[in-house]
């Protein structure tokens, strides 16, 4: 069995995320899941591994459930939930403490940064990314 290592990434909300309602515009959460994607991939795959390889958003799923504010201490939680072929399939948590700001599933496609291609991510990069647990014996 593995479990997925998740990844803490520390927002700052600026002024310009604000928008004419006063709290954080909905289109820069999409920034903060790209960023936060992104940071957790340059974390844990090999800085040589991860120089290869470009990654490309194919989809995104909120569900915004509280607004966030100019000088809210944000984070997001990323997990990688699974990878198929060239894709990787990504759960976002967006909190202020223990509020949830908003949850998000990302797909996204794995692009070799010379030849602008997909590309599958081999079984041993994958292994970066989630840590063998062992079963409990009863």
Known sequence: MT???SHLH????LPSDIDFMGHVNNARYLNWVQDAVLAHWN???PPETAAKYL???LKHE???RKPAFLNDDVI???VLEKVQGARSFYDTVIKRGEEVLAEVKSSWCCI???TLRPARIAAEVQAYFFTKIEPKLL
Do not use: H, N, Q, S
């Open 3 to 5: 479990k997925a290592l």
């Open 10 to 13: 520390r927002i700052g909300v």
């Open 43 to 45: 974390k844990l795959a």
């Open 55 to 57: 990654w490309v958003a």
């Open 62 to 64: 909120i569900t915004y």
């Open 76 to 78: 997001a939680t990323v």
């Open 112 to 114: 070799d940064a010379e």
